[in-house]
């Protein structure tokens, strides 16, 4: 019986390592064949194969990953493409801003170097055009006002461009606002070379405005210089016509040196009346006389000593209508000015002096004498239309003469120390 019951005691072991290790997941189930062969686990008979428990896509869904994985991709292409156009054009700002300061310090450099030289040049020659004789400083005066107005225009020209750019620059600051700040630095130069250039330009416009002073108005070549106060210095003009005149214009340049209450410009007189025509100056004020004192036409604040101005006057006997005009433009009219009044021929046609017959034999007064200069006196026997008159305040001031009077035809005689200038 003994073998019989150890094969029941090894059953009965089976069955409890059986049920052991189907509560222990740790172990393999292992069987024990009859021969005491170990085998192989085996599989259960309830375990079943593994299978995939994810649900398959729809061609919606496939639909929908596909346009998320092109923004996705779309918008990573933008972020690379942004981060490359940030560094170019923070290198290209670097550079502009190099650009700009290279220039600058250029045309700082230049415009101080030009005008180092033009003021050196200018001291060592002032001297020099001193002692030359007036119609000589007249000419140097003349090609230094021609090169200061080519320098003028040269500067003009780099100013607008100049704008230009810094509107330009503007305009790139604004659009590029959101990203990129102005810099102090290019502020700065900038500032620094628009200051530079409006000195520059106050600067010839000064030296233009006191060249002109000592040049001779456009046109005119030749000029009679009054040096002082003198009953001896006059001039004496003879009409190409006679001046039996119902109507004139008569135009002159003068550049008075001092004007006292009245200092005669050119005075036409007879015997009867030496107060036919006249043009003097009271202080700032311009007068026209016709046919005496009591008939006259004046305008103020015009007459700045030193300084060329354009006087004309025109009258009409027909209603008495009187006219003065300044530099081209009117400056005063009135009407009953000696109406129907006729200037008489056979008189004395003087600049700088009037014959008043106050003193003995007829002479000159000398406080009514004129000091400065006279040029461009002409006369016609009607009234000048306001584009004529303007005409001879112009460019080619010179260039139209008088019928009764043209200056550089008609005969100019100056006396007791008047003489031409060029």
């Known amino acids: 019986m003994l073998p019989q019951e150890i094969l029941s005691l090894l059953m009965l072991f089976c069955v409890f390592s059986v049920c052991v290790l189907d509560e222990d997941d740790d172990y393999d189930l292992m069987y024990v064949n009859l021969d005491n062969e170990i085998e192989g686990p085996a599989l259960g008979a309830e375990e079943s194969v593994s299978c995939d428990c994810q649900r398959e896509h729809t061609e919606w869904d496939k639909l929908f990953i596909m346009v998320e994985n092109s923004q996705m991709k779309e918008n990573m292409m933008l972020q690379a493409m942004d981060e490359v156009l940030k560094v170019d054009l923070q290198t290209l700002k ?19 170097n030009v005008m180092s030289q033009v003021k050196q040049v200018l001291e060592r020659n002032c001297d020099q055009i001193k002692r030359l004789p007036e119609s000589e400083q007249a000419k140097v005066l003349e090609y230094v006002l021609l090169l200061s107005h080519n320098v ?30 102005p810099t102090r630095g290019d502020s700065l130069v900038l500032n620094s070379l628009w200051k530079e250039l409006q000195q520059t330009r106050d600067e010839l416009k000064a030296s233009q405005k006191w060249a ?14 009054f040096p002082m106060r003198s009953k001896k210095i006059f001039g004496s003009v003879h009409p190409t016509a006679g001046m039996t005149l119902h109507s004139f214009t008569a135009c002159i340049w003068i550049k008075v040196t001092e004007a006292l209450d009245k200092t005669i410009v050119f005075s036409y007189g007879t015997k009867l009346n030496p107060y036919e025509i006249q043009l003097y100056l009271s202080r700032d004020s311009a007068v026209l006389v016709v046919s005496g004192d009591q008939h006259k036409l004046a305008v103020k604040n015009v007459v700045v000593p030193g300084k060329w101005i354009h006087l004309c006057g025109a009258w009409s006997s027909e209603n008495g209508s009187a006219s003065l005009w300044v530099n081209g433009e009117l400056a005063a009219t009135a009407l009953d000015i000696a109406d129907a ?28 004498a004129f000091s400065g200069k006279l040029t461009g006196f002409n006369m016609w026997d009607r009234v000048l239309s306001a584009q004529e008159i303007a005409v001879q305040s112009g460019e080619d001031a010179c260039g139209i003469r008088g019928n009764i009077i043209g200056w550089g035809v008609t005969e100019v005689l100056p006396y007791g120390g008047a003489q031409y200038v060029f």
């Open 94 to 112: 670097a550079e502009l801003n190099q650009l700009t300061t290279n220039l600058a310090s250029m045309v700082k450099k230049g415009t101080s």
């Open 152 to 181: 003028s225009s040269r500067l003009s020209q780099l100013e607008s461009a100049w704008l230009r750019r810094l509107e330009a620059d503007a305009q790139e600051t604004a659009f590029q606002q959101d990203k990129f700040g």
């Open 212 to 225: 002109a002073q000592h040049l001779l108005p456009a046109g005119c070549e030749t000029a009679i210089l």
């Open 341 to 368: 009044h006729t200037i008489p021929d056979g008189g004395i046609l003087q600049i700088g002096q009037e014959k008043n017959g106050c003193c003995i034999g007829g002479g000159f007064d000398e406080a009514l």
